[in-house]
């Protein structure tokens, strides 16, 4: 009995002897650093922390700092991604209910991903009343505490690489812009197209269907819209994977003599940025008004 039982055991060792061996060695397998995912994983980088910040008290959301250099490095190495700004006009209009509201809500229940940084503007929290409408419309989704992708520009970072230096040297790139930004140096290799004035579906429709036109190629969209920006950069990424969709907002009106916002007063940029920098920076004829 004893004998049949270690005859057993010993070929039950060899058996499994034998199915290793052959798994490792006789049966051909794929590299496993050849092997891509078909899909993107939908995950979050884990070095980007939650952010120290009292506004985001009693705030709905998965909260991370921001990914601005992430972005940067995938815009220097072509790799697309799509950029969406969201403030208090945002956080205003997804509550209306009309359809532009609930086209703008799916960006926000989206959440950001690998390639798509949802970065809200999260100071206007600390009014009760905007934090009660972010909370109506959101879900515990990712998103980020930042605003602006950071352009590299004399007022606002200085010394600092940004999305301004590929956008003055790439000839794939469309600008989705105010009439007044056309003449913007940074632009001078840009195809325009205008972008919406009202507030409504009708005209984001229009505005993706002229963009799409222009894109035959992988392309760098930057994108000055208002609330419609969102919309935009969400949906046509989607429709175009291979481009990037930037989210630039006002940042740009102050160097075009445009005092649109508090921070972007033309008087004060030209004060400050003198010589080549104003040829650099400056639409024609800014300073010398």
């Known amino acids: 009995m004893q004998i049949r039982l270690r005859t057993v055991v010993f070929l039950l060792m060899l058996f499994q002897s034998w199915n290793l061996l052959y798994c490792n060695v006789f049966l051909p397998t794929k590299d496993a650093t050849t092997i891509k995912p078909t899909t993107q994983p939908k995950s979050i980088s884990p070095e980007l922390k939650a952010p120290e910040n009292k ?64 970065c809200v503007a999260t100071w206007w929290f600390c009014n009760p009343q905007l934090r009660a409408k972010w909370n109506a419309a959101a879900i515990d989704a990712t998103v980020y505490d930042t605003v602006y992708l950071p352009m590299g520009d004399p007022m606002s970072n200085a010394g600092t690489a940004g999305w301004a230096e590929k956008a003055r040297v790439s ?89 649109s916002r508090d921070y972007n007063d033309p008087k004060k940029y030209c004060e400050r940025i003198k010589g080549k920098e104003r040829i650099r920076w400056f639409a024609p004829g800014v300073c010398q008004q």
């Open 55 to 118: 506004c985001l008290s009693d705030t709905r959301g998965q909260w991370r700092e921001s990914p601005a250099k992430t972005a940067l490095s995938m815009l220097m190495n072509d790799e697309p991604f799509a950029w969406i700004r969201w403030g208090d006009g945002e956080i205003i209009d997804v509550n209306r209910g009309l359809d532009f509201g609930t086209r703008l809500k799916r960006v926000l229940k989206s959440g950001s991903s690998n390639t798509v940084f949802v």
């Open 171 to 259: 000839d794939n790139v469309i600008a989705v812009v105010p009439r007044h930004l056309r003449s913007i140096p940074i632009f001078s290799k840009a195809t325009f197209v205008d972008s919406p004035k009202a507030k409504s579906i009708a005209a984001v429709d229009a505005a993706i269907e002229k963009i799409a036109a222009k894109i035959s190629r992988p392309s760098i969209v930057f994108i000055a819209a208002g609330a419609s920006a969102k919309i935009i950069a969400f949906e046509m990424f989607k429709q175009f994977p291979n481009s990037s969709f930037i989210d630039i907002g006002s940042v740009l009106d102050g160097y075009a003599g445009v005092h």
